[in-house]
């Protein structure tokens, strides 16, 4: 199984902030990753797919990219409607695999 | 505008059984991948299993041999049964309509706000 391993587990930032959340591939897969939000009692929302693609409705301060198999999630200016926990996920193949999340809070 | 309305779940008896229903909506429902995801209480969302339009499943090992996933393309519904129930099969249980570009993998685009089974004596 692809294991999906995300930094940090929890990030502290201020609104207006830059925030970066990091997510590993343990072997090569390709650029199919997507990025979920998921509020408490809310079932996850699509961001990102692709790695890059933004799904339509989400904001323009949502950004995706990758580097081999590393990607990267970036908030550009925070909200305080961005507090949430932030999961990555492999669709490249069988099983597919989520990271162990990232809790976004405000400083 | 996709809908996926989820039914069934609750408190549930070790070694029992579950049946739980997705209807979807806004979609062409007998053209669309669909997939099951849960997720136990306080960690992150675990692929359970994907349907394909023709009915072919694929499904996590984690519950291979103790599902059976099934859709009727006449009422656009999705069902998950589940045997031999566990404890650590509690979770919430989403439903997921998968989508892709041309030439592309799938991946869910559109959940359901999922059901709630409790494995508990």
């Known amino acids: 199984d692809i294991q999906m391993t995300q930094s940090p587990s929890t990030l502290s930032a201020s609104v207006g902030d830059r925030v970066t959340v990091t997510c590993r591939a343990s072997q090569s897969i390709s650029s199919w990753l997507a990025w979920y939000q998921q509020k408490p009692g809310k079932a996850p929302k699509l961001l990102i797919y692709?790695?890059?693609s933004l799904q339509s409705g989400v904001p323009s301060r949502f950004s995706g990219s990758a580097s081999g198999t590393e990607f990267t999630l970036t908030i550009s200016s925070l909200q305080p409607d961005d507090i949430a926990t932030y999961y990555c996920q492999q669709y490249n193949s069988y099983p597919w695999t989520f990271g162990q999340g990232t809790k976004v809070e405000i400083k | 505008e996709v809908q996926l309305v989820q039914s069934g779940g609750g408190l549930i008896q070790p070694g029992g059984s579950l049946r739980l229903s997705c209807v979807a909506s806004g979609v062409t429902f007998d053209k669309t991948y669909m997939s099951w995801v849960r997720q136990a209480p306080g960690k992150g969302p675990e692929w359970v299993a994907v349907?394909?339009?023709?009915?072919?499943?694929k499904s996590a090992d984690s519950v291979k041999g103790r599902i059976t996933i099934s859709r009727d393309n006449s009422k656009n519904t999705l069902h998950l049964e589940m045997n031999s129930l566990r404890g650590d099969d509690t979770a919430v249980y989403y439903c997921?309509?998968?989508?892709?570009?041309?030439?592309?993998?799938?991946?869910?685009?559109?959940w359901g706000k999922g059901t709630t089974v409790t494995v508990s004596s």
């Open positions: 349907v394909f339009p023709g009915g072919y499943s």
């Open positions: 997921a309509r998968l989508w892709a570009d041309i030439g592309s993998p799938y991946y869910m685009d559109v």
């Open positions: 692709q790695a890059s």
